[in-house]
């Protein structure tokens, strides 16, 4: 039977159900788990936190960005090397100077690849980040100031106030806290006016020019925002695993960050961490179960998803409409409007 | 007084020529036909216009402002909106959010972040929706909307932007007569607010609502005046019976 409106309404709040579920879940977890698993899941919070930084550009704008690594490595090496140089481990220092450095990397590949006087082409964009991302990597391997193929390693912890913040539930939960504080944004950015652009962009640029919107100035700010979020993700993995190496920069987690999208569903926000926990734990036991041939079958897993549910594992519980959105306007229904005349002139 | 204004614009595609020399005049409240055989020219014309095409030649005027070289979203925030020939709605939104988007558009970005205006323009949004007998259709996807209806949206789409000069690209192509009908009777009131140029191959629909046309033939103007004088042009008769 087609599915009809009404029952597309009354799915209307399954999202947020999974919001808050995945929530409640998070804020437990780490008391019912050893402390390999906390660091486990400490790294899928990160992880996810960039998925969002995608999520973002692709599932919202329509920008396809495969160098979601470069603002994630570059902001990880230069919070190490200011931890490791000049001695810096406050993490009221080094975790806004990520986030920076992922906003202005951004903004500067943003101003080549998407800021021109004309709309780029998708493919540009794609083929623009992936190259700057793998150009970065080479670089970083052959630097040896920053360490060449080896990195940076032996990163001190993150300090707050004289307090070291070590692996495990401490920095799990701070981790936590920053990824609701980046969800929160992010949903009432992509629920707002702002957002219902972001929609009109990636269904028909061409058309919402015509309306009078500078596209690509629009798509600039939501990609820097994008490597901001990435920066931010990059400097906590950097001090969460105590290192920093090229491999944070290039195309194959540039890569692994887009599957973690398609694999949860784009354009939800919470299908991307759902994607970046489900991929990550599969990699975990597969490779446990047969450690050379495991990419192959998660490889398959993903083709498998990508082809046949293109909306990914949140599309089977999340109606369209719901993922599209309201853009959180309030209710109407039932009230009558006036309209017998032309209101007043309310745009300038 | 002259609204909108075309000197001699020419358009070439490699070896084909499109348009040639072509010259245009809209005056204030004025409804402009733009019309011809297939191939003639007309949505190229309207295209340089809008912004849609660079002419090779010739200069665009609006208001006296040459806007020729001004990219496509400053041409709309001078005052010109487009529909295009094809309905462009954005399908996976609600016919109330398509005429948000573009009743939202000259808000600036921080407003916008924070939805200041939502409420604001909701009662113009609603008189839009309902002059275009779209309200009870408000909270649907303007994809499942009939080809007519998402002709409208898009009118009242373009209408929401307040324009100087409203573009029609073949606003009743794919309608039943009843929405042909139904079309001129909506159009008909903007008169006092802006002026319409329209590309119609109706010319039953076109001469019915227009003060005045364009006859195009091979990229050139072969007539241009008052509607009653045109339709009695011998040289437009010619243009049309060697397309028949």
Redesign the interface.
Known sequence: MPRT?STEFSRHHVLTWIELGLLAAALILPLFLSDFWVLFSTRVLILGIMALSFDLVWGYAGILSFGQALFFGMAGYCTALLATKVEITSVFVLLPVAALVGLVVAFLVAAIVIMG??PTSFAFVALGTLTGSYVVERLARGWSYVGGQNGIPSLPRLTAAGYEISEGPVFYYMTLALLVLVYVGLRL?VR???G??L??IR??ER?????????Q??KG?VFSLAGLIAGLSGGLYAFHEGFVGPGQLGPVLSTQVVLYALFGGVGTLVGPILGTGLVELLSFHLSQFWDTGWPVILGLMLLVIVMFQPTGLIGFFVS??ER?G?????S??GRP???SK??E???? | MNLLEARAVSKTFGTLTALSNADLLVKQGEFHGLIGPNGSGKSTLLKCI?G?EVPTQGTILLGGRDITAV????R??AGL??K?QIT?V?????V??NV????????P?P??????????????I??L???FRL?SR????AGVLSHGEQQWLEIS?ALA??PKVLLLDEPTAGMSPHERRATGELLMPIKESCSLLIVEHDLDFIKDICDSLTVLDQGQVVESGPTAQVQNSKRVREAYLNHA
Do not use: W
Request: no cysteine; proline share 5%.
């Open positions: 409106h006087k004309r950015l707002s006016q702002f219902l652009v929609a009109g269904q028909q058309r919402i020019a015509f309306f009078g919107y500078r596209t100035n629009y700010i369209d409409r599209v309201s853009f959180g306007r309030p109407q229904q409007t006036p309209h032309e209101p002139r309310v745009v300038p | 809008a849609a990219t496509v979203p400053e709309a925030r909106s487009l295009f462009a954005l399908a996976q939104l609600s109330y959010d948000l988007l573009a009743l939202q558009a000259r808000e970005m407003s916008l972040m924070l939805s200041r205006s939502r409420g604001a323009l909701h009662e113009r609603m008189y929706l309902s002059r309200e408000r909270d649907e996807l789409m932007q307040q």
